[in-house]
């Protein structure tokens, strides 16, 4: 069983900036690919950001592309978001999971196979 935790989220005025954190404890991490989804109310999970195992493959959501920035430690286990230029529509809960597809990331929330509680970003315009 893997456990998955984010933090970092928080209330910030638009075009502000807020990094995630996701920490996963419970067995080797660095093989396996991470994510980030969001949701906000009476909506789907939708995909944010992955990155693969090794760092060398990241993928970006067309609404978050050139503002929003994944990486990883793997020395430290920690997925980081590095969320810039911030807008109302930004807000959400955000999610990180790990898991993976044959393409080596997750892109679907099918592709998860475990999943952080959330924490809240709140962008104010």
């Known amino acids: 069983q893997v456990r998955v935790v984010e933090s970092g989220g928080g209330l910030v005025q638009a075009g502000g900036s807020l990094r995630l954190s996701c920490t996963a404890s419970?067995?080797?991490?660095?093989?396996?690919?991470m994510a980030w989804f969001r949701q906000t109310s009476g909506k789907e999970r939708e995909f944010v950001a992955t990155i693969s195992r090794t760092g060398g493959i990241t993928y970006y959501a067309d609404s978050v592309k050139d503002r929003f920035t994944i990486s990883r430690d793997n020395a430290e286990n920690t997925v980081y978001l590095q969320m810039n230029s911030l807008k109302p529509e930004d807000t959400a809960v955000y999610y990180c999971?790990?898991?993976?597809?044959?393409?080596?990331?997750?892109?679907?929330?099918?592709?998860?196979?475990?999943w952080g509680q959330g924490t809240q970003v709140t962008v104010s315009s």
């Open positions: 419970g067995r080797t991490f660095s093989p396996y690919p």
């Open positions: 999971a790990s898991g993976s597809n044959r393409n080596g990331v997750i892109t679907t929330t099918s592709d998860a196979w475990f």
